[in-house]
Structure formats: structure tokens, C-alpha cells
């Protein structure tokens, strides 16, 4: 089972940074893919970030040279280096993890119950 627990949102100003976290307590899982997704108010959920194990980063293009993703993979954790944010930033912060047993190439997604970015003008 994994579980998943994400901490660092807040009020922050435009152009200031945030730095999200997400640590995965795992247990018997192996974790393949972490990332981010977001939903604002009135929209649907859409993909911020990810990461393999091997390091590989995808971003949307709307944070392409804003944002980092990192993790550390011996702690389960990823991070979100989130600069220069802008208003329209402004969402609840999902960490997802795709977990799967040691013996087998399916698994599924785990995502934390989110954590509020709200970037004022």
C-alpha cells in the first residue's frame, strides 16, 4: 500500500516561490512514476509534472521553465520548485505516485489529498 501525505502550500505573491513536498509511505510497493497534478475552481484536474525513478521530468507547458520537479527516491519524496508563480497558478496541489508490488510490472496510482497554492496579484 502506499500513502501518500503532501505539505508546503500557501499564500504567496506574484512572482514569489513555493516549494511543495510529498512523502510516500510505502509499504511492500515499489514506486515507479511520481508527479503533481492541479485543479483550480471550475476545472478539471490537468498534469503539472512527473518524474520516473530514472530522473526522466515531463512538464505542462504552462510551467515549462517555471517549475522543477525533483525527488529523492531512498525517502519516497518528490519535491516542486515552483518560481516566478502567477495568479493563474492558483489551485489545490495533488502528489501521485504509481506503486506496484516487487513481482509485477501493474500497479496503480495513489494520490495525497492536496494542498492549497493560492498566488494573490
Known amino acids: 500500500q502506499v500513502q501518500l501525505a503532501e505539505s508546503g502550500g500557501g499564500l504567496v505573491q506574484a512572482g514569489g516561490s513555493l516549494r511543495l513536498s510529498c512523502a510516500a509511505s510505502?509499504?511492500?510497493?515499489?514506486?515507479?512514476?511520481m508527479g503533481w497534478y492541479r485543479q483550480a475552481p471550475g476545472t478539471q484536474r490537468e498534469l503539472v509534472a512527473t518524474?520516473?525513478?530514472?530522473?526522466?521530468?515531463n512538464y505542462a507547458d504552462s510551467v515549462k521553465g517555471r517549475f522543477t520537479i525533483s525527488r529523492e527516491n531512498p525517502k519516497n519524496t518528490v519535491y516542486l520548485q515552483m518560481n516566478s508563480l502567477k495568479p493563474e497558478d492558483t489551485a489545490v496541489y495533488y502528489c501521485?505516485?504509481?506503486?506496484?508490488?516487487?513481482?509485477?510490472?501493474?500497479?496503480?496510482?495513489?494520490r495525497g489529498k492536496g494542498t492549497l497554492v493560492t498566488v494573490s496579484i
Open positions: 518524474v520516473t525513478s530514472g530522473g526522466t521530468t
Open positions: 510505502v509499504s511492500g510497493f515499489i514506486i515507479d512514476d
Open positions: 501521485n505516485a504509481y506503486g506496484r508490488p516487487p513481482w509485477s510490472a501493474h500497479g496503480m496510482d495513489y
